[in-house]
């Protein structure tokens, strides 16, 4: 599979997943939108996105079209339970650090009023409107708002929720994801230690939020 991001006249970034075949190109996925401009995406942070994203629907090569560290190839391999999964360019990744925000995830506005319990650090909530009912971004006080159509693909992957915040970390100056209760219930234990160490291989600390996992 290969991965190619744009930045659209409609003001979205857009991740579109093609497959090479015989006849020539397949797109068979969704693309996924995002509004506003993500620049300066790495290839660690868009492999481990797409991991997530997308899961066990990614064929035996993830080509994102930037250098990835082996660290995070082989994260994603052991997370999707494909350690011969070919990820990436291997040359050398400089890695970026961030100043320590946490990422907290909301399901609805209302909801974003809560700092998701971990009140001695600071932290930012990013609540995903449907691309279909809201457009556009806004980013006030601690809460980021955006529509995005990342629902369609967390109908099958339910680590799904977790691929934008990974996307906006850096531009969130975050080093921490707290992972919504919902996703770390529907994980069998082996599944969190995995999406764990997918997390910490591309420098974002995870803290399940019912207490469960690596912190």
Known sequence: MRIEAAYAPSGETVLTFVEDVLAGELRRHTPLRIAGHLPGMTGDRLAVAVALLLGSQIGDRLDVGRPVSRRVAAAIGLYLGRRSL????DEPVSYVHSAGMDLCIADQVD???VMGGIPERRSMTVVELPSHEAMG???TGGNWLLSTNSWVHAMAEPAARLAVPVLLAHHASASR???????????APEQRQALSQLLLATDLSPSWQDGGGDR
Do not use: T
Request: proline share 5%.
């Open 177 to 187: 994801v707290v992972i919504p209760h919902q996703v770390g219930a529907a994980l």
């Open 137 to 139: 971004s806004l980013l």
């Open 86 to 89: 070919w990820v990436g360019k």
């Open 111 to 113: 909801a974003a009023r």
